[in-house]
């Protein structure tokens, strides 16, 4: 079979490339405006100058003055004058103050006052202390350290002159002499003179101190046993603007007296006595303290560590009768609420100044309880350093509560905040000794009166500065 297969040589054929087309390119100019130029000129604003020139003053001549009738004049008020210079002489109105540069922020120990020679110099510590109304006395009383039963010591309350950063002599002035130790001093409110105070064996006496021998005004005893508080108290009669006494026992006995200086009489107006709910069992009374701004209601610390509130609008006949010699009187049971107390001896009470439902107390466990009254319960606990012997308040620094102890240091707790302030370490060079008890002056809070477990007595001045709770 012939090859129908021929081998053949073909031209070659030319195809273009459509990938890429060859560039035409042409020149061309592009030319912008022509710029102008101007020019201006600025000139600032013409000023011009003034001149002020004063009026000539024409002195005036001063017509000759009548000296007659200024004689006249000068001889008519110069009683006054010098009536008025002498009563700023005497008067003590800027006694405390202190210009801003010279406040010293330093605790200052100011005097000493020294024990009475009794027979319990020796065997006693300070009981009480409390300063007049208007700060010019000093009262102190002392009391012995043991009594094994029914006491047989005699009392004695000291009374200092002061004018408040110096005391005229550390020996007292005065002296007033009870049957008993002295366990409670009470200074009224109003009336300077007149001072009450409680024994060991439950008398209270209260005297008039206006003239230079002291008159008795009363002294009865109703309580029991020693007498642990006592305060001047608003009158529960409208009417009667006179403060009323109240006084606390170690027998769960609280008296409101009342008193009339001017016959010298002293009566027992209303009788309390704490009893146990459902019990025959009276309530030991440890401490003490009337609402200042509701004389109606009052905390007690008991026996065993709790803490009474109470009202003296009560009705409530006790479940058992006292008797007291010589007097008849109808007891009636205060308790509203026994609240969570302490695990240990309370040793104070006090109502936060300022504020109607708030209430403190401390005790021998170390702990500084705050109430509220509205609330009816403990609202939180202040830890403190040591065991506490004694509780105070500052009127001027009403969230500042000072609690003491054996260290013989004052400390200082922000109840609002459980802070705890520097404390107030009050050294004078001697040997450190437990505190019993500290009194606050009232018209000033600067000054201090410290009681020791050895019957001394000192006076501070404590700068506001260190109440200060920022």
């Known amino acids: 079979m012939a090859n129908s297969l021929v081998a053949e040589d073909m031209d ?14 042409s020149d061309m100019a592009a030319q912008t405006t022509d710029l102008t130029f101007s020019e ?30 200024l004689a006249a004049w000068l001889s008519k008020i110069t009683p006054r004058v010098i009536e008025e210079l002498d009563k700023s002489n005497k008067s003590r109105a800027f006694n405390e103050y202190k210009l801003q540069e010279s406040v010293d922020s330093s605790t200052r120990h100011l005097f000493s006052l020294s024990m009475p020679q009794t027979e319990l110099q020796n065997d006693c510590f300070t009981s009480a202390i409390d300063w007049s109304s208007t700060g010019g006395i000093l009262a102190v009383s002392r009391c012995a ?27 007292p002035y ?17 009336e300077s003179f007149i001072l009450a105070c409680g024994t060991f064996s439950g008398e209270v006496t209260v005297w008039n101190l206006q003239k ?45 007296w009342t008193m009339k200086s001017t016959s010298s009489t002293l009566k027992a107006a209303k009788c309390f006595l704490l009893q146990a709910e459902k019990q025959s069992i009276d309530y030991g009374i440890v401490c003490a303290k009337f609402n200042p701004s509701n004389p109606g209601l009052f905390v007690a610390g008991i026996e065993g560590g709790s ?23 109808d007891y009636c049971d205060p308790v509203l609420n026994i609240l969570e107390g302490h695990k240990g001896t309370v040793t104070g009470v006090q109502w936060v100044p300022g504020s109607k439902d708030l209430f403190l107390s401390c005790g021998s466990d170390s702990e500084l309880h705050v109430y509220s009254l509205a609330e009816v319960c403990l609202l939180r606990i202040i830890h403190l350093p040591e065991p506490s012997y004694g509780l105070q ?11 003491w102890g054996s260290s013989g240091a004052i400390h200082l707790h922000d109840v609002h905040t459980t802070k705890i302030l520097p404390l107030l370490d009050l050294d004078d060079g001697n040997a450190k000794v437990s505190l019993s008890t500290v009194s606050v002056r009232t018209i000033s809070s600067q000054l201090l009166a410290l009681g020791t477990t ?8 404590v700068p506001h500065l260190k109440f200060n709770t920022s």
């Open 40 to 69: 201006k000129e600025a000139q600032s604003k013409y000023c011009t100058s003034s001149e002020v020139q004063t009026e000539v003053i024409q002195e005036q001549s001063s017509s000759g003055a009548d000296m007659t009738k």
């Open 393 to 403: 308040v500052i009127s001027s620094h009403p969230s500042v509560a000072l609690t």
């Open 12 to 25: 070659v054929v030319n195809c273009a490339s459509m990938w890429r087309t060859d560039r035409s390119c």
């Open 174 to 190: 005065r002296s007033l002499d009870v049957n008993a130790c002295v366990t409670a001093l009470c200074a009224h409110p109003i």
């Open 145 to 171: 350290k043991e009594h094994p039963s029914w006491c047989v010591h005699s009392g004695c309350v000291s009374l200092h002159r002061t004018n408040g950063q110096e005391c005229k002599t550390e020996t």
């Open 454 to 461: 050895d019957g001394k007595v000192s006076v501070w001045q």
């Open 212 to 256: 230079d021998d002291p008159t008795l005004i009363g002294s009865i005893t109703l309580h029991s046993e020693a007498v642990v508080h006592m305060q001047w108290i608003q009158n529960f009669d409208m009417t009667d603007l006179r403060p009323v006494l109240a006084s606390a026992s170690r027998d769960g006995s609280v008296v409101i």
């Open 307 to 329: 803490v009474a509130l109470c009202t003296s609008d009560s009705r409530r006949p006790c479940l058992r009768k006292r008797t007291s010699v010589g007097h008849e009187l």
